[in-house]
């Protein structure tokens, strides 16, 4: 796979978004929209496990089901954790701030870093710069293999047994961006996991994610119950409130490839709600896009597999979106300007309603 040589700016992409003089330039937003139509692609290994999955991918290797269920059986999403031991202009602290910031801001818990996820990170990144490849499992006798799975490689670093474990993985410093215009890492990232360990060097990224608590259980994967939940009437979409993003998407820069049709599409639009539960349902009556001047954007709506005969009639199932999660995906580009997002539904059959604004570049 060819590589793309551009400059990376390490500061958070709240801070690279301001205009504030001549480097955010649009030949700089250039360079960024490609590179992150790249990070993504040939991602393999795991499949919808990246960065969390509703049923593991990977049966645990040493199965921990409690007899009885663990207390507390999850928290409300944390407002606040420690400051991380990154160094300062490192990319892992760009990474980790920049993901941080951006669960807060959609109002589904910051993630405390755990040395032992980012040892386990960086031992994989190892293994995938040694090996030229970009997978989650790692294969006994290639160099520097330390475990098949992410959850493997975890406690072969040192983590506590008693956690499920994921990960997320991309070739590009960019990661977080990258994640952040997809579709099943989108939903990943942004799940109910309370631990990140992080490793970004040498054209790759790895992100490892942990849940414990109310886990009942361990192993490669997240499940839906657990870890920082959102209360039962709660809501988080992406992009969120004012959000500046770029307006294209490439289905096929990331693996599995959600719109294996399309070439081109537009940016990714999450809307999800808890699911703990496995009667949960989140159905979908209308998910629509609106553009410069009002203007009719058209869209593919995909739902899980429980949601399609309670949603509109036009919604694509899609079995590897977790069940309080939907996705509204522009089937073309999106040109600069702002857009009005509008979800109507409902949650095991309360309605819910909501409209809010992004804009594209």
Not at 196 to 203: C, F, Q
Not at 324 to 344: D, I, K, R
């Amino acid at each position: 796979m060819g590589k793309l040589k551009v400059t990376v700016d390490p500061r958070p992409a709240k801070v690279r978004g301001r205009k504030t003089n001549m480097q955010n330039s649009k030949l700089t937003l250039s360079v960024l929209a490609t590179a992150m139509t790249l990070a993504l692609a040939a991602c393999g290994g795991g499949g919808g496990d990246d960065g969390g999955s509703k049923n593991p991918t990977t049966p645990p290797t040493t199965p921990t089901t409690p007899t009885t269920p663990q207390v507390p059986t999850s928290v409300p999403p944390a407002t606040s954790v420690g400051t991380p031991t990154y160094p300062a202009g490192d990319f892992r602290l760009a990474s980790y701030t920049d993901l941080n910031n951006y669960r807060l801001a959609m109002g589904v818990g910051a993630l405390r870093q755990d040395a032992f996820l980012d040892a386990a990170a960086d031992n994989h990144l190892a293994y995938m710069k040694a090996n030229a490849l970009l997978a989650h499992e790692e294969t006994v006798g290639k160099p520097g293999f330390t475990g098949v799975n992410p959850y493997e490689q975890a406690v072969a670093a040192g983590a506590s047994k008693n956690q499920w474990v994921s990960q997320s993985a991309s070739m590009s410093a960019f990661c977080v961006d990258s994640f952040k215009n997809s579709v099943y890492h989108l939903q990943g990232i942004t799940s109910n996991q309370e631990t990140i360990g992080v490793a970004n060097r040498d054209g790759y990224c790895v992100i490892n994610f942990g849940l414990s608590t109310g886990a009942n259980g361990s192993g490669y994967g997240l499940p839906s119950w657990g870890g920082q939940q959102l209360p039962a009437g709660g809501m988080a979409y992406s992009p969120v409130d004012g959000e500046r993003v770029v307006g294209s998407f490439t289905p096929a820069g990331e693996s599995p490839n959600p719109a294996p049709d399309l070439t081109a599409a537009g940016h990714p639009i999450m809307f999800r709600v808890p699911a703990p539960e496995s009667t949960d349902v989140l159905t979908v009556s209308n998910f629509s896009l609106a553009g410069p001047g009002g203007a009719v954007v058209p869209v593919r709506v995909l739902v899980p597999s429980k949601a399609k005969s309670g949603s509109v009639s036009n919604a694509v199932e899609d079995a590897r979106l977790f069940a309080g999660v939907v996705f509204m995906l522009p089937t073309q580009p999106l040109s600069a300007g702002t857009y009005t997002a509008t979800f109507s539904g409902a949650r095991n059959g309360i309605a819910i309603n909501k409209s809010w604004s992004f804009t594209a570049f």
